[in-house]
């Protein structure tokens, strides 16, 4: 079953998707070659220097760190049915008790520490806590720890120079975070459930310049990741990354290279997934093609591993195709910029071993302090699990953010955005998942502004309408939010 299932997944559109990737990249290198604008960069040169951050304020030695507090205070209206999501404050997420009016209060206290341990070592960790309250019991009070960008963040790295040709950093990145996603894994900002979790990621890169215009680099990490609570037990992993680059200067103008990728994941909290483990090959370019525009392409072959957990499909399984990636970048003029891209990957699964995703995408930028400014934005992807229970789906997104300067100080903020998760009927029937077996759309708008009043007070408002379509009952729900709320603001 398994077998059939990867030669499904790979098979139909290997060899159409190998050409289209083929050409492409040599038409994309093509053209790099007979570029006449500014150079690329070797990864040798990208390397940081240690110094204060922009945002400390208060200094003991080699110790800085910025402490800020704010509260605020407002009114909210709430209005409409089903499972709602509030994103009131700092993405904050809370499903209201019931409709009406309120006047949250909400106290946040942000801390942010660095520690500059040598010339070439420092340590960044940064917090953030709050507390929210509801006087009219629209929402349960709640002590917030972390936000679904933001939480409890550690950062230790050291670079050094084992001789002038060859730089290497060690790091160590810690962070605690709540995302908020479906039960496939992706990231449901109306729907999903709170997803908390731990990662730490150790590692080290080392840089070997060959020469004036060759670079050798290797990375190698682990990855931890500890979720909280019983829900996510299966996400609790250990995984290991290996990659070797080589990087050459064609001439001033293009950068080429290859490299080979990879990976081992062990789940070591549930008893059935598989261990799964990677291989990739590939080759790169990046260049600028003309003066307005930038390109970059790759292709390369994926081979994922990994010992399946049903007797009948023998003991172990091995899927591979071709991936690859191009994207063109073009600034129009001044102000209008734009962007479009492809890229076929084998990432590993939230639910399972792998998946075979093939993603478009395309933006356009207009940026203009002095009128309005927009951005439009489109992505389309295709999914294809490696388990055949969770069944292939389809997800397409497009939004519009816009900013109209109504004064010096006032802008009209407006932003819409529209997805559709379709599920094709591969999905086994005994599968009682219903976000794998319906279809649904999520349609989100909002227009606003906010601006100071003073140095530490400031004020928004904003009216926002989300509305959730589905062929189950059980998805559906809408919402119409109203707040006005103003914000005080110290920094110690």
Not at 133 to 161: C, K, R, W
Not at 307 to 324: C, L, Q, Y
Request: one cysteine or more; glycine letters at 6%.
């Amino acid at each position: 079953m398994q077998e059939r299932k990867d030669k499904r997944i790979m098979g139909g559109n290997t060899k159409h998707g190998c050409s289209r990737l083929v050409q492409l990249f040599c038409l994309l290198v093509c053209v790099f070659l007979s570029s006449t604008v500014t150079a690329q960069t070797l990864r040798f040169s990208n390397h940081r220097e240690v110094s204060v951050p922009e945002y400390a304020v208060l200094r003991i030695g080699p110790f800085y760190s910025s402490v800020t507090f704010s509260q605020s205070a407002g009114y909210r209206y709430t209005k409409g049915d089903g499972n709602g999501i509030d994103y009131l404050f700092e993405n904050q997420r809370g499903v209201f008790l019931k409709d009406g009016s309120d006047f949250p209060l909400v106290s946040t206290l942000d801390v942010r520490n660095y520690l500059v341990i040598s010339r070439t070592t420092d340590l960044d960790i940064s917090l953030r806590a709050s507390y929210a309250h509801y006087p009219q019991e629209t929402q349960e009070d709640e002590f917030i720890f972390d936000f679904a960008e933001e939480g409890l963040v550690g950062n230790i790295s050291m670079e050094f120079n084992l001789t002038p040709y060859v730089k290497g950093t060690a790091f160590n990145n810690l962070n605690y975070r709540t995302d908020y996603i479906d039960t496939r894994g992706l990231i449901d900002r109306y729907g999903g459930e709170a997803y908390e979790h731990l990662q730490n990621n150790i590692g080290l890169n080392l840089d070997w310049l060959m020469a004036k215009d060759q670079n050798l680099g290797l990375s190698l990490s682990r990855m931890d990741v500890l979720p909280r609570g019983d829900k996510f037990n299966d996400q609790e992993s250990i995984s290991y990354s290996e990659t070797l680059t080589y990087q050459q200067m064609i001439n001033p103008l293009v950068m080429a290279g290859a490299s080979a990728a990879f990976g081992q994941y062990s789940y070591t909290a549930a008893t059935n997934r598989p261990d799964t483990s990677f291989q990739t090959y590939s080759v790169f370019a990046t260049a600028k093609l003309t003066e307005r525009t930038t390109g970059s392409a790759s292709i390369g072959y994926s081979k994922a591993s990994f010992t399946s957990t049903d007797p009948s499909e023998g003991n172990g399984v091995d899927d591979g195709g071709v991936i690859g990636s191009i994207s063109i970048k073009t600034k129009m003029d001044r102000n209008l910029e734009h962007e479009i891209g492809y890229a076929r990957s084998q990432p590993a699964g939230f639910n399972s071993p792998f998946e075979i995703n093939d993603k478009y995408r395309y933006q356009l930028n207009w940026k203009n302090q002095d009128m309005l400014s927009a951005s439009l934005f489109s992505e389309y992807n295709m999914s294809s699990p490696s388990s055949e229970w969770m069944g292939e789906y389809t997800d397409w997104i497009s939004g519009i953010n816009a900013s109209y300067p109504v004064t010096s100080i006032i802008a009209l903020n407006f932003s819409t955005v529209y997805s559709i998760r379709e599920n094709n009927d591969s999905a086994e029937e005994e599968s009682t998942d219903i976000e794998w077996k319906n279809n649904y759309t999520t349609w989100s708008s909002q227009i606003g502004t906010s601006f100071a009043v003073t140095k530490e007070l400031g004020f928004s408002t904003y009216i926002q309408h989300i509305e959730r379509s589905s062929d189950s009952v059980t998805l559906e729900y809408s919402r119409d939010i109203f707040v006005a709320t103003f914000t005080y603001t110290h920094q110690f």
